[in-house]
């Protein structure tokens, strides 16, 4: 079975538009020994699903050769997310006729609505009970076909799987070493290309996903219909008017502003469903932050729009606040505009064997 909780040397965030690569060296205090951000074309990713895994393995060894890396033997974390995984946060009664595992497995069977069959499948015992004295577990589920696609993509570079690990629990371990926990509960929203997932943790606890399926691909979809031109033009133009190196037309900022005022909809139903839901598992306990992350989290107006709508502050999240970056190697002034992309990455490199939360 494929351990979904453990650390590699190498993280590789395979995401639907770039593989981001990183390499975190160091004990407590971790330092990026190498970062990179590969493109890839459209279609290779989709719903968290490598669906041409030849592809992305030559894009990758393309770029190990260009830059005269050697991959052969190298240990890898890589991550799932979208449709590829499923994850379920329950309480479990204390059973003196079944381990904690066996109940976790059985759980699984009644929420995931998928064949076991068809999954990997892991947990892990978040170490705190509810106020019924209930064991609260969070169970995983990963879908067969997709870490097939992982291993592809690895074994084909010579390298070795090291770890499967989670978009979800890549970004909220990054959080926590750079910003600790709370007592209060914070959303993580990974803002990605063709989707966005709004996690809620609270002292370090995971609590709720939810998936929605617009990112960055639908702005630059909706901009290219508006302005008639193709999709790289319309990227380049929402990336420019986001960095302000560029000023919005009336056109370019009314779909901007259409496209935010959608997702920022979606993410305060989610976090209200959740506050006022049967599924609370800290009802009474105040939702007080939200932070960004993913590379479309920058577009703009977006954040002014979430912060008005969630009554929260809301930051875009540095995963390097606390790792040490060279920055004669990664100029700071690059790196300030594209730090939220590699929030996952980070996540995936702070990783500890055995970790399980």
Same mark, same amino acid.
């Given at each position: ?6 650390? +590699?040397?190498?993280? =590789?965030?395979?995401? +639907? %538009? ?8 160091? @004990?407590?205090?971790?330092? /990026? ?14 719903? @968290? ?15 190990? $050769? ?14 799932? %997310? ?13 059973? $003196? ?26 947990? #892990? ?14 169970? /995983? ?12 993509? /690895? ?35 990974? /803002? @990605? ?12 606890? #995971?609590? #709720? ?28 133009? $929402? ?17 901007? +502003?259409?496209?935010?005022?959608? =997702?920022? +909809? ?10 006022? @839901? ?38 875009? =999240? ?38 399980? %939360?």
């Amino acid at each position: 079975m494929v351990e979904l909780f453990s650390r +590699s040397l190498l993280a =590789l965030d395979i995401g +639907s %538009s770039s593989i981001k690569l990183m390499e975190l060296a160091g @004990g407590h205090q971790k330092k /990026v020994r190498a970062m990179a951000y590969i493109p890839l074309p459209a279609g290779i990713v989709a719903n @968290g699903v490598i669906k041409d895994p030849a592809a992305a393995q030559e894009q990758l060894k393309d770029f190990f $050769k260009a830059n005269r890396i050697f991959p052969f033997g190298r240990r890898v974390c890589v991550t799932l %997310s979208g449709n590829a995984v499923i994850i379920k946060r329950v309480a479990l009664a204390p059973d $003196k006729d079944k381990d904690l595992a066996e109940q976790a497995y059985y759980a699984a069977e009644q929420h995931f609505q998928h064949s076991m069959n068809d999954l990997e499948f892991d947990f #892990y015992n978040t170490g705190s009970l509810n106020e019924r004295g209930e064991t609260n577990v969070v169970l /995983v589920g990963a879908k067969r076909e997709a870490i097939d696609g992982l291993m592809e993509i /690895v074994h084909g570079n010579r390298m070795k799987i090291g770890v499967v690990e989670t978009d979800v629990f890549a970004l909220a371990n990054m959080f926590e070493h750079n910003y600790g926990t709370s007592e209060t509960i914070m959303a993580l929203i990974n /803002v @990605g290309a063709s989707c966005t997932q709004v996690t809620l943790v609270w002292r370090g606890e #995971y609590l #709720y996903t939810r998936e929605v399926a617009i990112g960055g691909n639908e702005y630059t979809r909706r901009l290219a219909e508006a302005m008639s031109v193709d999709a790289a033009a319309a990227e380049g133009t $929402k990336i420019a008017v986001s960095n302000f190196t560029q000023d919005a037309t009336e056109v370019v900022a009314r779909q901007l +502003s259409e496209t935010n005022d959608q =997702l920022v +909809s979606e993410i305060q139903t989610t976090v209200a469903y959740y506050l006022q @839901g049967a599924d609370n598992a800290v009802p009474g306990i105040p939702f007080t932050n939200a932070f960004l992350a993913g590379g479309a989290c920058r577009t703009l107006g977006f954040e002014a729009a979430l912060a008005a709508a969630l009554q929260v502050p809301v930051a875009i =999240l540095n995963p390097f606040q606390n790792v040490q970056v060279n920055h004669r190697k990664f100029p700071p002034e690059e790196l300030s505009l594209d730090a939220q992309k590699y929030g996952v990455a980070v996540g995936l490199g702070l990783r500890s064997v055995g970790d399980k %939360s």
